[in-house]
């Protein structure tokens, strides 16, 4: 059993001023013995809203017998989840990310106001788990997360594999004449087969994979699919684990360091994941208060090679990667040629070399998900910070799957996402534009909208190859193309973007990471003179607030 100097939860059940809560907390099931351990908050972000957190009560309850079983005494708390999937291409979009934000504060919330000794949580969606992992970075009390899983595959009507960015591409098709009504909802029904996250290395696998290599989750966390038996399990030795992490006093800042999150963006960029890992990670670090900038995403992926085959620009879903020998084969894999820091410490107790000694490497294996080092997909990373006189903050590139990594041609400028959509399905966009996207930034937006129906519906019509699209806004994990988000400063509060033409030329070139209009700085400065703030585009409610506190997407977007 813990120490006394270690169980912050005394604060709310000692002594005898203190008899008044108590007995509240007998109402719910307390008894006497129950006052003399570890108090642990169980958050959980089950929704039947989305497939990606229906099945997170059943994981949670699995949680708490495992708290139990080790002697702790479990407290199970809802937080609020929203669907990404189901939100995109309206604005309900524009609450996704400032979901993350409300996550954070509501698990410290709860877990600080309780005085909870530990915390574990689980979720299964994109903005769940950075929300989870920043409250635990805050409150630096114990804590673990669990994933929800990933889902497993839809299969087609050809009988190949599919998945949710298969339906968002169908709608492109659709408005190219190359796929007919019926077809469309032949791949709506099947898409999405049951619980679990999308199951490309999407956002969701990709924060999922970057927390089990940071080392808040336990091994095989981020690939064991949502509908097994192993997930199960996991929940139970999750709920252990955290106890044990109570009694020897480990806390996330001893785990969330620098060499944690190089290890976590190391296997992002070798998986092929999603540019909100840059947002995301940023945003734990500054939690955690440890010093991290776009810098350090540049010099991790000037280095570490892009070796899996998976989705969007690839072949292969995470329950592939699960059969091939899940992530911590590639982890292994990957310690072994150096990239990694093995002597970080992990919720388990013990460090992430400690944790792998006896797995055996992906490269040990028959299979084909995980290229080998000597012919990586790519030698370098597949995200690409950008900088230039549209950027002068930074921007963020994803070139995965691209042949083409450069383009210069004349700017498409529209001024929010309906516009640009709009526009597609007239089949306005043409080989060879740069399309922009803007005022869709943090505070723009508000909420920096993700914009998977653009790209997809862009893919869908064949030009995924052929255009360039430049955002203030963010990308689905689900996006491929040569598209560039996280543009900064944005557009609402003045940055470069706002001052762009039709016609304007725009280059991206992903290779010499620049991101530049065609205009000198003489006429920057007249456009500059001449611009005009816009009023907030939301006037009240937790849109408004955010806008209000947010910074800017350089520094993760967070509001605290």
């Not at 410290?108 to 409250?135: S, T």
């Not at 966009?429 to 993700?450: F, L, N, Q």
């Not at 203030?472 to 609402?492: I, K, M, N, Q, Y």
């Not at 001449?530 to 509001?559: N, Q």
Request: overall charge neutral.
């Amino acid at each position: 059993m813990p120490s006394e100097r270690k169980r912050i939860s005394r604060l709310t059940t000692e002594g005898p001023g203190r008899a008044p809560n108590r007995a509240m907390l007998r109402a719910v099931g307390f008894h006497d013995d129950d006052f003399e351990r570890p108090m642990i908050g169980v958050a959980s972000l089950f929704s039947d809203i989305t497939p990606c957190n229906a099945h997170l009560d059943r994981l949670a309850r699995r949680g708490c017998e495992g708290i139990r079983a080790a002697g702790g005494v479990p407290q199970i708390f809802g937080a609020p989840t929203a669907s990404d999937g189901i939100m995109m291409g309206h604005q309900g979009m524009r609450y996704s990310l400032v979901s993350r934000e409300v996550i954070a504060d509501s698990l410290e919330i709860v877990a600080g106001g309780m005085n909870h000794d530990g915390l574990l949580a689980f979720g299964g969606c994109d903005k769940n788990m950075p929300g989870c992992i920043m409250a635990m970075a805050r409150l630096n009390i114990p804590g673990v997360f669990v994933y929800g899983g990933s889902i497993l595959p839809g299969i087609g009507p050809d009988g190949s594999d599919i998945d949710i960015v298969s339906i968002f591409e169908a709608v492109g098709q659709n408005q190219a004449g190359k796929l007919d009504a019926k077809g469309v909802h032949a791949i709506e029904c099947e898409a999405c087969p049951g619980a679990g996250a999308c199951g490309g290395m999407y956002t969701a696998n990709t924060m999922s994979s970057a927390i089990e290599a940071m080392g808040m989750a336990l091994p095989y966390d981020a690939s064991y699919p949502a509908v097994s038996s192993a997930k199960e399990r996991e929940a139970f030795l999750a709920g252990q684990a955290l106890v044990h992490l109570i009694d020897k006093n480990i806390r996330p800042r001893d785990i969330i360091t620098r060499k944690a999150l190089e290890n976590a963006y190391t296997l992002v960029l070798a998986l092929g994941g999603s540019t909100n890992a840059v947002l995301h990670l940023m945003a734990i670090a500054r939690e955690a208060e440890v010093e991290w900038t776009l810098a350090d995403f540049d010099r991790l992926g000037g280095k570490v090679p892009h070796l899996a085959d998976l989705k969007p620009g690839g072949r292969y879903v995470m329950n592939d990667l699960h059969r091939a020998g899940g992530t911590p084969a590639v982890l292994k894999a990957l310690l072994e040629a150096g990239f990694l820091h093995g002597d970080c410490l992990t919720v388990t107790g013990k460090t992430l070399a400690e944790n792998l000694k006896d797995t055996v490497s992906i490269y040990k294996r028959r299979q084909d998900v995980v290229r080998p080092l000597e012919r990586p997909l790519y030698a370098t990373g597949h995200l690409v910070i950008l900088h230039g006189n549209l950027a002068p903050d930074g921007a963020v590139a994803k070139v995965a799957g691209l042949k083409t990594r450069r383009i210069t041609g004349p700017a498409r400028i529209f001024d929010g996402e309906e516009a640009c959509f709009a526009a597609i399905g007239r089949r306005e966009i043409k080989a060879g534009d740069v399309v922009v996207i803007r005022g869709e930034g943090p505070v723009g937006g508000p909420g920096m909208r993700e914009m998977l129906a653009v790209t997809a519906a862009l893919v869908g019509q064949g030009l995924g190859e052929s255009i360039g699209l430049i955002t203030d806004g963010r990308f689905s994990g689900g996006t491929h193309g040569l598209v560039v988000g996280h543009v900064a400063p944005e557009a609402w509060v003045g940055g470069p973007i706002a001052l762009l033409r039709d016609g304007d030329r725009i280059t991206i070139d992903a290779e010499a990471k620049r991101l530049d209009v065609h205009l000198d700085n003489a006429e920057l400065a007249r456009r500059r003179d001449a611009w005009i703030a816009p009023p907030p585009r939301v006037a009240r409610g937790v849109l408004a607030k955010y806008a209000r506190c947010v910074r800017s997407a350089s520094e993760g977007a967070i509001t605290s």
